[in-house]
């Protein structure tokens, strides 16, 4: 344990201390709640910083572990870390905290102080979630997690709110429990052939278990993540959520806890059951496709925004749930950078939608319409968002939408010997994620057209307030951050890679034999030609593709050394 | 009598004691007839066992005669019984002065169920696990018959009457099959047995005395008496049921099975998981369809004495921690619901349909809070002492590989999601009226707190119950 190893504790804490002091100011001090909730956030951003300026990106494995003894008598530890791949994400939850709170200045007007405690409570558990290095303590986040966000939905949603929260819990619990059995099947197994009782992931990922266990295993984990994902079939209770839930609620659902499915996968069930991931890979790639270009499709169709929006979070995890499982240090990353970039634009839609049903209280597309002239800031910001998300280059999206599709698309020729059928045609699957990418662009550009363009026809619209100050501060930092990512990738890619290559190196170490180690680099170079095929295809910001070439180049020679 | 003497009785003082405190209350209600009185001395009493239990522990394992076998497993139930006895005595004392004119009796009644319930956990002998089943019984009937004014609380009285008097006739037919088979009635005459192989008659007597207790569980399909019993009962004897009594006889099947061996015998070891599964389900399931809380928590405990079986199967030190936890765990969450329900009822009845509990959080915010904290912990959610008592059932279970057992674990909690968050739903959502005649008095909402700091403790830091367990670990295997 280093000096540095009370960082991770203290970003835990400091919410639930927060939400604490909150729970202690009386029930009318609204201002005092918001208050203190705000600095609350910020602190917890402002550590969350200072863990970052810590971190060294040039390391693979976990830093700021802090471990400590916890349940003795089973070998559970409090034990949390954090790698390239982590801290990324702990990062975009300590982001968005601050903002969905400052959002939730006017939607949110009854039993504040209880909102401020379960927003806080919630991200103590969602980071404990992403820096869990236990496989018990990560349990207990994940479980934690659920309550918060139920009564979230459950007291401030909608009308539906009764019926879409349980929905939202009985999910959840259902593949969660059988996680939970999944885990002590691990656990013992590792207690029988080491002689050590331990659930430290660590420990637990140099485990090989039978053929038979890991396919199980992986379908047990795999189904707990998927639902919360969602990946393509299990996607039914997210809509439900989305539209019954208030603005805060969506923000995180959709910023940050979909992303625990896809970091799941690839910190838990991906290292400990390889075997059963690489048999179900071809099922989940099929799926996540599927859940492109359903989301997209289905998308389209809505008449209520936010359901709109909800389906396009099916759609962009399906890039996600892809980019993973394609195994290339390409789809992986850009999965990476697909779920920041996600967390940020989504975000952004949830707030702007919320932004138009404050002032209107309604979602409907048909009530909306030439609000440019009406709201031009807010017309402005909306814009930049949903460029954002449809993937426009030089903007977030685009970088992690194109990584995973060309990730894919090289997938079949780079994963090595003997796992040749790992991915069934994946130029094929690339193309129909490309495809998505195109939907995507087309449902959101005919979202905007429907809200902001034509004729402000609506009597009741001619009247609505452009976005106040409080509300351009709440979209400034989203913005800032989506045009950061779009442009400069770099930085977010680079952190993330030495964790990347470990995480399929050593995934690859345990599927096939010591010889065969990293052909992908290799491979890579053969494709080269590929890849620069695609950059004219893709018009506008010369700038972010150049940096993303640099980028995919840098990272091929440093796997070549 | 020489110190040594008195240091040979350590070991039984607690039981000597619980066992001595209804008498004394006997002895002052006949001289004044006060409810603070009688309260205060059981109070005491059950204050004192608690305190002898450092001095018993020290000086454990002894035994008295062949039916009395003091040991660390049996002083540590004693010690949760002692305690989960004086919470429903602090429970029901505000709910009794509401309802009852003449309360006094109550509280010998209280005594000897504890007494009962002592004796229960600490003997190794087929007769006296008879003799402490029906001196915890007789005790119950009273109980629950006592506000003799209600016709619900006669007619579950009666029920359970019949329904434990069958229980104790399979219980005393079974341990007479034995006795045949066998000449013995220790746990250790059975043992000796178990090893060479059971005849058809010993097998029959087994199976008999495994039903009989599976009655006093209320395991499924033996539990058809709980929810009536549950609903008529005052909600503190409810509890006690629940906690004390059910908790006492789980104790016992664990010692029973694992110091008899029985559980070797593969067609036995069939019958108690068959058991689990089946209470599991059915509690679950017959849960969903509830309106009427005190039903809807009697089904709900049958399914925790489903799981908890499968504790009890692990024979072993896992095995002993895991029960342990489960039980203190269990009383912490079952006080917790059912004090709820006792702090809202009246005069006229208790508080039993869902619409007695809506709104709660916000009208009344301790009682809100203790309810979705037990709910929760009852579901088995972390931070919550519910969570970690799952871990470790599921930790026993599959140390002894039995996977299907935490598969049915796993499923059967998330079925039971669904009404343990009706109860969470319910709390939450708009407030109806306020009942009138419900508690508002401080020691209420005091107790409440306090079981809901000790729920939250056991959740975050389970390893108070550490040492206890490891020394009752250690003194069977």
């Known amino acids: 344990m280093t000096d540095t190893s009370f960082v991770l504790p203290l970003l835990l804490a400091l919410p639930v201390l927060g939400a604490i002091l909150v729970m202690l100011v009386p029930r009318e001090e609204h201002g005092l709640h918001r208050g203190i909730g705000l600095v609350t956030a910020l602190a917890t951003f402002g550590v969350a910083l200072f863990a970052l300026a810590l971190f060294d990106g040039e390391e693979a494995g976990f830093q700021l572990v802090f471990d400590l003894e916890w349940i003795a008598a089973l070998g559970v530890h409090f034990k949390v870390g954090v790698d390239g791949i982590s801290i990324w994400l702990v990062m975009l939850t300590a982001f968005l905290l601050p903002i969905v709170l400052l959002a939730a200045h006017r939607s949110v007007s009854h039993r504040v102080r209880d909102f401020v405690a379960i927003m806080l409570v919630l991200q103590t558990a969602m980071i404990g979630a992403f820096v869990a290095l236990d496989l018990f303590l990560f349990y207990v986040f994940w479980e934690v997690m659920l309550v918060p966000m139920y009564l979230l939905i459950g007291v401030w949603g909608g009308k539906r709110r009764v019926y879409a929260s349980i929905k939202f819990v009985i999910y959840t619990v259902v593949g969660s429990m059988l996680m939970l059995a999944a885990i002590f099947y691990v656990y013992v197994q590792h207690g029988l052939t080491t002689g050590e009782y331990t659930t430290d992931l660590v420990q637990l990922r140099e485990l090989v278990l039978p053929y038979g266990a890991q396919v199980w295993c992986f379908a047990v984990f795999a189904l707990a993540f998927a639902i919360k994902v969602p990946l393509f079939p299990l996607h039914t209770w997210l809509p439900d959520a989305h539209v019954e839930a208030p603005t805060a609620g969506s923000v995180i659902l959709a910023g940050v806890l979909l992303k625990l499915g896809i970091y799941g996968l690839l910190r838990f069930a991906m290292p400990l059951f390889p075997l059963g991931a690489a048999e179900a890979a071809p099922f989940i790639a099929i799926l996540a496709v599927a859940g492109i270009i359903y989301g997209a499709l289905v998308a389209f169709v809505q008449e209520d925004i936010k359901k709109l929006v909800a389906y396009s979070s099916v759609s962009h995890l399906g890039f996600c749930s892809l980019g993973l499982f394609t195994l290339t240090v390409q789809g992986v990353s850009g999965s990476i950078f697909a779920m920041l970039s996600h967390g940020l634009t989504t975000s952004g839609l949830f707030l702007a939608i919320g932004v138009l049903y404050e002032r209107r209280h309604t979602r409907r597309l048909s009530e909306f319409g030439g609000l440019w002239k009406q709201m031009p800031i807010f017309a402005a910001l909306f814009l930049i968002v949903t460029l954002g998300s449809a993937g426009v280059p030089g903007l977030s999206g685009f970088v992690g939408e194109f990584l995973t599709v060309f990730g894919t698309f090289i997938a079949g020729e780079t994963f090595p010997a003997g796992w040749d059928s790992y991915l069934p045609a994946p130029k094929l699957l690339a193309a129909f994620a490309a495809t998505g990418v195109i939907l995507g662009a087309v449902y959101l550009l005919y979202m905007f057209q429907k809200t902001m363009f034509g004729p402000l026809d609506n009597e009741r619209n001619k009247s609505l307030p452009d976005v106040s100050r409080r509300e351009i501060t709440v979209f400034a930092p989203l913005i800032a951050m989506i045009f950061v990512m779009g442009i400069a990738p770099r930085p977010f890619l680079q952190t993330a890679e030495p964790s990347v290559d470990r995480f399929l190196t050593m995934y690859e170490s345990k599927l096939t034999q010591p010889e065969a180690v990293t052909p992908y680099a290799v491979e890579f170079d053969e494709q080269g030609n590929a890849h620069r095929r695609e950059q004219p295809a893709a018009p506008g910001d010369a700038a972010a593709e150049r940096d993303g070439a640099g980028d995919a180049e840098a990272r091929a020679e440093r796997t070549q050394r | ?477």
């Open chain 2, 1 to 477: 009598m020489t110190r040594a003497d008195l240091a040979d009785l350590a070991p039984l003082a607690p039981l000597a004691i619980l066992a001595v405190t209804p008498l004394v209350v006997t002895v002052a209600i006949s001289v004044r007839r006060h409810h603070a009185l009688a309260l205060g001395i059981t109070l005491a009493g059950l204050a004192a066992a608690v305190a002898a239990v450092p001095a018993a522990l020290a000086a454990a394992p002894a035994t008295a005669g062949a039916l009395v076998t003091v040991d660390a497993l049996s002083l540590s139930f004693t010690l949760l019984i002692a305690l989960g006895t004086a919470v429903v005595a602090l429970m029901s004392r505000p709910y009794l002065a509401r309802s009852e004119r003449r309360p006094e009796e109550y509280y010998v009644l209280l005594g000897i169920a504890a007494t009962g319930a002592a004796a229960l956990v600490s003997t190794e002998h087929l007769a006296g696990v008879i003799l402490a089943v029906e001196t915890l019984s007789v005790a119950l009937f009273g109980l629950i018959a006592y506000p003799r004014d209600r016709a619900g609380a006669i007619e579950a009285g009666l029920k359970y009457l019949i329904m434990t008097g069958a229980a104790s006739a399979v219980l005393v037919f079974g341990a007479a099959l034995l006795y045949a088979d066998i000449g013995g009635l220790t746990f250790d005459d059975i043992a000796a047995r178990a090893s060479g192989g059971f005849s058809v008659v010993g097998l029959a007597g087994l199976a008999l005395v495994i039903a009989g207790l599976a009655f006093k569980l209320a395991l499924a399909p033996f539990h058809m008496w709980a929810p009536d019993v549950y609903q008529g009962a005052p909600a503190p004897v409810s509890a006690l049921i629940a906690t004390v009594s059910e908790g006492a006889v789980a104790a016992l099947a664990f010692r029973m099975l694992s110091a008899t061996g029985a559980l070797t015998e593969p067609a036995l070891a069939a019958i108690v998981a068959g058991l689990a599964v089946v209470s599991m389900a059915a509690g679950n399931l017959l849960a969903l369809l509830q309106t009427r809380v005190k039903r809807l928590l009697a089904y709900s405990s049958v399914a925790h004495f489903g799981y908890l079986l499968v504790a009890v199967m692990a024979a072993g030190p896992l095995g002993v921690e895991a029960l342990l936890f489960y039980v203190a765990a269990y009383f912490v969450m079952t006080y917790l619901a059912f004090g709820v329900v006792t702090a809202l009822s009246g005069r006229a009845g208790d508080a039993d349909a869902l619409d007695h509990f809506k709104g709660l959080c916000w009208r009344r915010p301790v009682l809100g809070i203790a309810l979705v904290l037990s709910s929760l912990s009852l579901l088995g959610v972390p931070v919550t002492a519910g969570f970690i008592a799952k871990l470790y059932v599921l930790a026993a279970g599959a140390s002894e590989a039995r996977w299907g057992l935490v598969v049915a674990i796993a499923l059967t909690t998330a079925i039971s999601a669904f009404y343990y968050l009706r109860l969470v739903v319910v709390s939450l959502s708009r407030p109806a009226e306020d009942p009138r005649g419900d508690d508002r008095s401080l020691e209420a909402a005091a107790l409440l707190t306090v079981l809901v700091a000790l729920l939250i403790a056991l959740g975050v830091a389970p390893g108070i119950l550490e040492p206890l367990a490891t020394r009752a670990a250690d003194a069977l295997f």
